[in-house]
Nanobody, 126 residues
Framework: QVQLLESGGGSVQAGGSLRLSCAVSGIIYSTHCLAWFRRTPGKEREGVVAITPSSSSQYYVDSVKGRFTATLDNANNTLYLQMNSLKPEDTAVYYC???????????????????WGQGTQVTVSS
């Protein structure tokens, strides 16, 4: 059973940093994609970054490129999202997510994710 549990959200001023964590269990890295999404009230859920475990492949949405970095600690089964130079428009509930993939498939998009964490709130004030 896939379980994803986010933590690390909070409030920060514009220009600040936060690191989100997602405890991952119940997945096999060679057959799953992992991703971070976010949702702002009144807007569609947005993919932030998709990673292909066991590879160096990461796919970022343009709005966070150069500011956000995802890392996967395989030993501790934890997915991180380091967020720097935060902007008020980054305010959202952030979710980690997982989906199955064929072996060798590179995770380059934000579709077909079926496993979700409960989310963690990030608030950036100006």
């Amino acid at each position: 059973q896939v379980q994803l549990l986010e933590s690390g959200g909070g409030s920060v001023q514009a220009g600040g940093s936060l690191r989100l964590s997602c405890a991952v269990s119940g997945i096999i890295y060679s057959t799953h994609c992992l991703a971070w999404f976010r949702r702002t009230p009144g807007k569609e859920r947005e993919g932030v970054v998709a990673i292909t475990p066991s590879s160096s492949s990461q796919y970022y949405v343009d709005s966070v490129k150069g500011r956000f970095t995802a890392t996967l600690d395989n030993a501790n089964n934890t997915l991180y999202l380091q967020m720097n130079s935060l902007k008020p428009e980054d305010t959202a509930v952030y979710y980690c997510a997982a989906r199955r993939r064929p072996i060798g498939f590179i995770c380059l998009g934000f579709v077909e994710y079926v496993n979700w964490g409960q989310g963690t709130q990030v608030t950036v004030s100006s």
